[in-house]
Each structure stands twice: as C-alpha cells, then as structure tokens.
C-alpha cells in the first residue's frame, strides 16, 4: 500500500512569489485535504477536494487555491505569498467523506516546508 | 465552534515514567477523537482513535478514553520511553466542514 506523498518537501520563496505543493493520495483514497502548521502550532483546515472538486474551506484568503485530478492527486496554489505563509503544508488523504462508517481519519504525508523571505 | 484545548508544553520526563498529556474539547454532539503523532521532520501519524462515548482507543502502549460528561479525551502511557519523544496533538472532526480540528499539541521528551 502506498502512503501519502508530497513534494517538494523544502521550498524558499520570497514575497509575491507563487508556489505549487503536490501531492499523492494513498492507494484507494479518493479525498485529499490540505492542512497548513505554522512553527509551534497545531495544524489549520485550509480546503478539501472530493471527486476533483472543493469539498470544505477553512479561514483561508483566495490566493490559497487548490486541484484535484482524476487519479485523486492534489496541489496546493499559493499567490503573492506573505512572510506568514512560511509554514509546514500538510496533504492528507482519506476515504470518501460520505461512505457510511467513515471516522473521519486522515492519513498524512511528511509535509513540504515553506520559507518565505 | 468546535475547538480542542491541549494542556501546555514541553513535558519533560525520565525513561519509565507515567504519561498523561490532558485534551479536552468542545463540539456539537459527539465527534470522533484522534491523537496524532508528530515525530521531528516528519509529518503526522495516527497514534489512536475513539469514536463514541466511553470507547478507549490504544496502540503502542497508550490509552485515552473518550469521557463525553467530562469532554474530555486524555492520553496516558504507563511507561514512556525516549522512543516516544514527539509533538502529540489531539483532534476532533468538526466544524461546519467535517474536518479535523487540532489542538496546539503538546511537546514531550524523554531522557534515559
């Protein structure tokens, strides 16, 4: 079975500029949401993607965007990037939100980790 | 909202003491309850899970009940070890998007 996998997974940025974060949802899982973990935090909802579309958002600005593509990956967009998007950005998978039984369990990749100076 | 309030870090113990890391929460209704495992540089793993009232999840030694008069959701181990050194977060699914919502976490090393 394959994990969660993220790429790349050390990036630096300066400000305005824009970033792509993949991302590979483990083998059978068909959601992918996107957490971002600022230095000494817990990790924060950014969106989810279900059947290749936005699926929930937490309290994040536009310029966070995101795709799902029909083999369930995932990328994460950020625009004109801020000092404060520097953080750890967090892909995980999980089975299909509607399936009957589901707990709500997420499976994570190691992260990809974004400096922006 | 939903929200899961960790109690404060590090936590600093010897090898083989006892371990309780205190999580409680605030939801609507009765969500499942996770803690999660963050070991340095890497990404977070499920360390167990309880998904209603009075069930206990355990793995790898650790056990946390999930006390709905109480909200409340503690990790505990009987003897730790400097294997166990991480960052533990608690969480819950919830919110109006049905996603997880994760504590602060709480740092905890182990020295020999």
């Known amino acids: 079975e394959t994990g969660v996998t993220q790429s790349p997974t050390h990036l630096i940025k300066t400000r305005g500029q824009q970033v792509t974060l993949r991302c590979s949802s483990q083998s059978g899982h068909n959601t992918v949401s996107w957490y971002q973990q600022a230095l000494g935090q817990g990790p924060q909802f950014i969106f989810q993607?279900?059947?290749?579309?936005?699926?929930g958002r937490g309290n994040f600005p536009p310029r966070f965007s995101g795709l799902q593509f029909p083999n369930y990956s995932s990328e994460l967009n950020v625009n004109a990037l801020e000092l404060d998007d520097s953080a750890l950005y967090l892909c995980a998978s999980s089975l299909d939100p509607t399936r009957r039984g589901n707990t709500g369990e997420l499976f994570f990749g190691e992260g990809s980790r974004l400096t922006v100076l | 909202g939903d929200s899961v309030t960790q109690m404060e870090g590090p936590v600093t113990l010897s090898e083989e003491a006892f371990l309780t890391i205190n999580c409680t929460y605030t939801a609507t209704g009765y969500p499942s309850l996770f803690w999660y495992v963050q070991y340095p540089g890497e990404g977070l793993q499920l360390l167990l899970k309880a998904t209603k009232a009075d069930d206990k999840g355990s793995n790898k030694g650790f056990e946390a009940t999930y006390r709905k008069e109480t909200t409340s959701f503690h990790l505990e181990k009987g003897s730790v070890q400097v294997s166990d050194s991480a960052v533990y977060f608690c969480?819950?699914?919830?919110?109006?998007?049905?996603?997880?919502?994760f504590g602060k976490g709480t740092k905890l090393s182990v020295k020999p």
């Open positions: 993607y279900y059947r290749e579309e936005e699926n």
């Open positions: 969480a819950l699914v919830g919110g109006s998007q049905g996603n997880l919502i």
